[in-house]
T-cell receptor
Framework: DTGVSQDPRHKITKRGQNVTFRCDPI?????LYWYRQTLGQGPEFLTY????????KSRLLSDRFSAERPKGSFSTLEIQRTEQGDSAMYLC??????????FGPGTRLTVL | QKEVEQNSGPLSVPEGAIASLNCTYS??????FFWYRQYSGKSPELIMS????GDKEDGRFTAQLNKASQYVSLLIRDSQPSDSATYLC???????FGKGTKLSVKP
């Protein structure tokens, strides 16, 4: 148990629909990260929160993507007008210590 | 552009052998390096991190870092079939990952 849960674990949607994923750290952690991973690739950084502040966003995060962490605890990642290229595993991670980063189980998105 | 390069493999070793996984990186300013193991369909699991030149051992795993050569490696001693997975190298900040090396340990 890495101390991070994600919901849902799997999501199948049709192209053009909006989807929202949730990440819940079990205990309070200042830093929370979102990554995307496609088959055969390593995870790609999307965005990072320090408490409720979104401090960094990758250029991978197009205007269709938005992330929030309203109370500095759980976080949501929304994808609007999904495209087939959005099909991937979306991973949330936390930093309990400077040289540690643990991932949640991920949400696998399939866009038909 | 910060890059992390790994041989995608597959790397095949017999059970009980030493598996050697390698990673090079482009950013000389990188300070911390991480090795993750990822089983098919699962999320990455942290094996260990290293930030000082030299070796760091944890059980059957040894991470080696050479900042002058921009090279980090992971040795797995007494490899077991359960070690068969993809091994990902990553560097801080906001972890930049390589594509991973697929390891297969044959009984």
């Amino acid at each position: 148990d890495t101390g991070v849960s994600q919901d849902p674990r799997h999501k199948i949607t049709k192209r053009g629909q909006n989807v929202t994923f949730r990440c819940d750290p079990i205990s309070e952690h200042n830093r929370l990260y979102w990554y995307r991973q496609t088959l055969g690739q390593g995870p790609e950084f999307l965005t990072y929160f320090q408490n409720e502040a979104q401090l960094e966003k990758s250029r991978l995060l197009s205007d269709r993507f938005s992330a929030e962490r309203p109370k500095g605890s759980f976080s949501t990642l929304e994808i609007q007008r999904t495209e087939q290229g959005d099909s991937a595993m979306y991973l949330c991670a936390i930093d309990p210590a400077p040289n540690e980063q643990f991932f949640g189980p991920g949400t696998r998105l399939t866009v038909l | 552009q910060k890059e992390v390069e790994q041989n995608s493999g597959p790397l095949s070793v017999p059970e009980g052998a030493i598996a050697s996984l390698n990673c090079t990186y482009s950013d000389r300013g990188s300070q911390s390096f991480f090795w993750y193991r990822q089983y098919s369909g699962k999320s990455p699991e942290l094996i260990m991190s290293i930030y000082s030149n030299g070796d760091k051992e944890d059980g059957r795993f040894t991470a080696q870092l050479n900042k002058a050569s921009q090279y980090v490696s992971l040795l797995i001693r007494d490899s077991q079939p359960s070690d068969s997975a993809t091994y990902l190298c990553a560097l801080r900040p906001a972890l930049i990952f390589g594509k991973g090396t697929k390891l297969s340990v044959k009984p």
